[in-house]
């Protein structure tokens, strides 16, 4: 989606918030003993409450309101019976429609107390999409995303899991400019026009490369194994850089 008018940018906004508060209420309501349908229900009653439809729900038939992935469980994990424990980590993915926009976020969570190395993984996932997010912006190139967070993940010892890249947004779930790697790729020469929406959403690991269903139809998992985290944000280029959508408030 490429925005144009104000109200698209307002209906955008909308939804960005929604999705954004739903991730933080269920968070803030995550602990040691609750399942990942409970956390789940909180979402999907979070969202049914301000009048906004789950998307992989709706787009893809996902059975849930939310991606809860723990632990092993890198992306797209299905809520149900798996019991949320201390040491955990856990990503919570909420993507949603309300009056035809589409926002997307995401974050991974620690259930306290966690191992050090986790900690660190953890606040280097923020910081590596903080700094894909620090490269958008009318006119500039669209592969400086991928060169900057290789950049830093490589110089901090990590991997980043290649099958995984960020997307547009915005009218549909998934559109242009489709795949947008969050890893250096050469040959790519899109520049990013004012006004484009899309995700910027990397996957950070401590030696996965890869992510590999296996069995259930919709579960990721790191390959070769190692821990992964992944941080998203919705944004809208402008000539000022990146307005964040997906912003609690």
């Known amino acids: 989606m490429t925005i144009t008018h104000e109200d698209e940018l307002e209906g955008l906004r909308v939804i960005g918030r929604i999705v954004a508060n739903t991730m933080q209420a269920m968070a803030k309501a995550m602990e040691p003993g609750m399942t990942t349908a409970e956390l789940d229900g909180i979402g999907r009653n979070y969202l049914d409450a301000h009048g906004a439809e789950p998307a992989p729900e709706a787009v893809y038939g996902f059975p849930g309101a939310t991606c809860i992935s723990v ?110 790697p969050t890893w250096a790729v050469k040959g790519e020469r899109r520049r990013i026009d004012k006004g484009l929406v899309f995700t910027v959403e990397p996957f950070l690991s401590t030696g996965g490369l890869w992510a590999e269903e296996r069995g259930d139809g919709w579960t990721l998992y790191a390959e070769p194994a190692a821990p992964a985290v992944q941080y998203e944000h919705t944004v809208v280029a402008t000539e000022r850089g990146a307005l964040v959508v997906t912003l609690p408030g």
């Open 71 to 180: 632990n092993e469980e890198i992306a797209h994990g299905i809520p149900g019976k798996r019991v949320i424990a201390a040491g955990d980590l856990v990503n919570i993915d909420v993507s949603a429609s309300k009056d035809g926009y589409f926002a997307d976020t995401g974050a991974t969570f620690r259930v306290k107390p966690v191992a050090a190395s986790l900690d660190r993984l953890c606040r280097d996932g923020k910081r590596a999409m903080q700094i894909g997010v620090a490269q958008v912006g009318a006119g500039r190139p669209l592969a400086g995303i991928g060169r900057a967070i290789e950049a830093f993940s490589s110089k901090r010892g990590y991997t980043l899991i290649r099958n995984l890249a960020s997307h547009g947004v915005g009218r549909p779930l998934h559109e242009y400019p489709e795949t947008i």
